[in-house]
């Protein structure tokens, strides 16, 4: 076979184009230039917020959730904004036995969200009172996002200074200190109006439930009816009067009394006699009414 061979000519112009060692290392280390021809790579877009519509049209307070999204933390007239967990405020309106009948009034509404879920989950009617308009034009627009629309309402408002006495159910997320404000005005309510809070008590008024889940910790009250005054009993074939004393849903008696002890429970009582004997009743008006008993006030305290 022959062997081919290059032409003496083309030989010294092939070895000046031949790379030296040095040139090699450099092709080996030196990064791949891009193609200048190449149809350069498009970088992947990025994923465009969503986009959130005005239930409500542009301008003022109602202007969309493009104008106004809240942030926690945020201040307030007397707080600041931080939502209550989802699982708390199940457990708090399970626990105050929320049902369609129910008038559902939250303190400080924020975005709307427990009187959404009262209305959603449990059919009552529901009312926000905010503070802060803004915030009552977002929590209107969950309402109907959510569907409740015509059964959760929210109004602008201070909660010391609007009137919620139609409320069957109180919930509300405030300060100890705003608690404590609140609390005559709450204890003059309706005997048996339910009282739920996110988180802070209310001084010397025990609960009568604490409301725990992972997340959080919440309180539950009755609103005691007011049983101050003397009454004169009559248990059977016997006769007696005392004065009933009440801190809160606890009544206090006359050390050596017929009764040792009592508790109000909404509308209704419960009494230890002297002797053991349990005595279980409800306020009708002027009386206590119970299985074989009755008490009747006398006199109104004070």
Not at 128 to 142: K, S, T, W
Request: hydrophobic fraction near 40%.
């Amino acid at each position: 076979m022959r062997r081919q061979t290059l032409p003496l000519l083309l030989l010294p112009l092939l070895l000046a184009a031949a790379p030296t060692a040095a040139q090699m290392k450099m092709l080996g280390t030196t990064p791949e230039m891009p193609d200048p021809l190449a149809i350069p790579a498009v970088p992947p877009i990025a994923e465009a917020p969503p986009v959130r519509y005005s239930l409500f049209g542009p301008g003022g307070a109602q202007s969309g959730d493009a104008q106004f999204q809240p942030e926690v933390g945020q201040a307030g007239k007397d707080v600041i904004w931080v939502p209550t967990p989802d699982s708390l405020v199940k457990a708090m309106l399970t626990t105050a036995e929320v049902k369609p009948t129910d008038i559902v009034v939250d303190l400080g509404s924020g975005d709307g969200k427990i009187a959404i879920a009262a209305a959603r989950d449990f059919g009552a009617r529901a009312r926000g009172i905010e503070f802060n308009p803004d915030m009552v034009a977002l929590a209107r627009r969950n309402a109907q996002r959510a569907g409740v629309a015509g059964k959760a309402s929210f109004q602008q408002g201070d909660i010391f200074e609007t009137d919620f006495t139609d409320a069957t159910v109180i919930t509300m997320y405030l300060l100890p200190s705003l608690n404590l404000k609140l609390r005559d005005t709450l204890l003059k309510m309706k005997p048996g109006t339910r009282i739920v809070s996110h988180a802070f008590s209310m001084g010397e008024w025990e609960p009568e439930r604490t409301i725990s889940t992972d997340e959080a910790t919440g309180y539950y009250w009755i609103v005691p009816a007011n049983l101050a005054g003397r009454w004169a009993f009559e248990v059977g074939s016997e006769r007696f009067a005392t004065e009933l004393g009440q801190q809160f849903q606890m009544v206090t008696l006359p050390r050596g009394g017929p009764l040792k002890e009592g508790r109000v429970r909404g509308l209704s009582v419960t009494f230890t006699r002297a002797n053991g004997e349990q005595l279980q009743g409800e306020l009708r008006g002027n009386q206590l009414v119970g299985n074989g008993w009755v008490a009747t006030r006398i006199k109104p305290a004070g």
